[in-house]
């Protein structure tokens, strides 16, 4: 092996190394785990979401952003992810050049995001992450929003839907708030 192979190889290698340990950070430090949502959940939130023309669409961890790059076909929207997990995020800037979706992938986090503008959010995340983002909901978001979550609920919020989990249907609990 020439040299020159040998250290390209090495550059990658250590390339790949350190963005396992980013990505492995960020989920520690966030608290964020990156899970992919299902095509079939995907296709049921998108229904609960009723997306209309020209909605401003968050996910706010969006991992790979299979569900904005679903949503954006869907209807003519503007489509918005925040990730910080650096393999995630790579996987969503390639998942949206691949796909040519019309969407924004932000390397972000979220709780700096101010959520004005949003009509949709989706949350895959967990409950006490949930949590943290409900006074950020409650004072950001305006009137009419909604906020759209995969199996865990708000604690201390009704949602305005709720779709029971489907087991057969390999569907887990989906949350519709409203604020």
């Not at 996910?59 to 003519?76: N, Q, W, Y």
């Amino acid at each position: 092996m020439s040299d020159t192979l040998f250290l390209s190889l090495s550059i990658i290698f250590a390339f790949g190394i350190l963005l396992m340990l980013g990505t492995a950070l960020a989920n520690l430090f966030y608290r964020v785990p990156y899970v992919p949502t299902k095509m079939r959940v995907i296709e049921k939130v998108l229904k609960v979401a009723d997306l209309k023309k020209g909605q401003k669409v968050y996910d706010l961890g969006c991992g790979d952003g299979r569900f904005l790059i679903e949503a954006s076909k869907k209807a003519d929207i503007d489509a918005t992810g925040f990730e910080t997990a650096p393999i995630p995020y790579l996987l969503a800037y390639f998942s949206k050049w691949f796909h040519q979706a019309k969407i924004s992938i932000r390397m972000k986090n979220f709780f700096q995001q101010n959520l004005k503008d949003a009509d949709v959010i989706f949350c895959y995340l967990l409950p006490e992450t949930l949590l943290e983002l409900k006074n950020k909901f409650l004072t950001e978001c305006h009137k009419g929003t909604k906020i759209i979550c995969h199996t865990f609920p708000i604690e201390g919020l009704t949602p305005e839907k709720v779709v029971i989990k489907n087991k057969k249907a390999g569907l887990p609990t989906i949350y519709m708030y409203k604020i």
